[in-house]
Structures are given as C-alpha cells and as structure tokens.
C-alpha cells in the first residue's frame, strides 16, 4: 500500500510516497482503509520538527520511526466511529481536527455548557484592528492558531479569565503555574483522545449545526504541494488530501 513517510524534517520536498507493507492489526486495534486525509498545520509543524522542543517527543535528530507517517486525520472504512451520513470522505476527514480540538477546550478544560452560545456577537479583523488594545474584558480567550500570547491578551482578560491555547511551551509552563496562582489562568493540552468528541461531531455535521469548510483539496500525488500551501498560514477551514476513491 503506499504511505506518505519523512525521514528527516524540513521542508515539504522531506515527504516520500512509498509503497509499505499492509500492517497487521493487533487484537486491539482496528485496520482503516484510508479515503481522504487532510494537511493541518500541526502536521506541517511535524514536518518541520517545529517547535524544537517538540522532538524530544518525536524525534531529537530526525522523526522517530513511528511518527515517520502523515495523515493523523482521516477518514475511511472500518473506522472506529461512523462518518456523518452527508457528507463525502474528504469532508468527514475535515470534520476531525478543528472541531475536536474545540470540544476538547472548550467543553472539557473550559467547561462551557449546553445553551451558552458560541455564536459571532462581533468579528475583528486582526489585521485592522488588535482587540488586545480594545475596551472589553473577556472570561475566555481562545487561541485558536497560537499567534498571541497571555502577555499580551492580560489587559483584556477578566480576573478570572481563561486564556486558552491550543500550542507553546511557554503556555505548557504557565498552565500550571498560574493554575497555582489563581486569578487569570492559561488552559493548554493536547486532544489526543476523540473517541467522545466523535459521535458528537457526526451529530453536528448531520443536523447540520457544523459546516465543514474545505478550502482547497489535492490528490495523494500532489501532498508536497499541499503542504507548500498550508505552510504559508493562510488556509481558510481545512485543506484535503484523496487517498483512495
Ligand atoms: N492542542 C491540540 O490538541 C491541537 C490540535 C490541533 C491543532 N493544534 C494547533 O493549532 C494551531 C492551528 O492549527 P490550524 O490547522 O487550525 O491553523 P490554520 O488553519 O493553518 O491557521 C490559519 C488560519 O489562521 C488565521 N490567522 C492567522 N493569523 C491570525 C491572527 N493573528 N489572528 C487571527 N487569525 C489568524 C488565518 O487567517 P488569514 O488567512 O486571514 O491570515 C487562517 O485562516 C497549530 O499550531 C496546531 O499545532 C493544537
């Protein structure tokens, strides 16, 4: 079967499509055939073995044997969870991620509880105007791409404001530290474990309360160039990749 492998970090030319043996699941494992998978930033941030401190869990020279394989979300037959009825391979990969992500701060570290509204109130342009220089104080702040910082959103978090982060080892530090402290406090952590986020993502896209956004999608063949893309931090929802019809 052919996989998408890097052997030593760098730039998306690193990634190889080579044929590897079928693996062979174990008795608590399940083997998936993969349709589509997606290209996110954390897995270009892996490619580039970025941030460096990130390799002593990946890899300190190069990527640990294990972690050489891309595509972390996907979608495909024999899944651990059904994908939602309406929608393609390439949009229930897309589903995955950023919604996960979401619940997983959001509801879990966050506690955020049916019948509170997320809804857009108000939009900022950030590249008009900085909302860390405005008026309002916020309860919860939420990183979503990690280009702010506590520091910064400080003078517009309430006293006893969440600032969430979804990445940085500098928020992996303060997270205990000010949960010490009291007052404002920094959430980070990893949303490693979907399987109760899922079925709630399937429910969503399937009534239609969640739209997946795919701005861009590539065959397998053109991976290097989809990487190109999403390096550039400026994808717009998700961008696909087509493994198998
Ligand atoms: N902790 C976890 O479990 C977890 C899970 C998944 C992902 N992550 C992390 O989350 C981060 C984001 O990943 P992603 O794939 O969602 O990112 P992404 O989609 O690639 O981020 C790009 C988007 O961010 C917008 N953007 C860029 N700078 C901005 C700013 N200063 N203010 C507001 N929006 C800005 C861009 O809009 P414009 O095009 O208009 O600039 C674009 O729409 C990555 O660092 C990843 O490692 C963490």
Redesign the pocket.
Known sequence: MRSAVFTEYGRPEVLQIQQVDKPVPRDDQVLIKVHATTV???EC?MRRGCPRWGRVIIGLWRPRKRMRVMGLELAGTASLAHKPANTTFEQAAAAV??AT?AL??LRTKVGLASGQSLGADKVID??VADFTRGDQAYDVIFD?????SLRRCRRVLATNGRYIA??GLRNAVLAPVTSLLGGRRVI?????DKRESLPIVREMVESGRLRVVVDRSYPFEQLVQAHHY?DQ??????VTVLVAS
């Open positions: 996110t930033t954390a941030l991620d950023g992500t997983f701060f950030y590249t979503t791409v990690g280009r702010s979804t990445t980070t952590g990893m949303s490693a999403v931090g400026h994808k717009t929802g998700n």
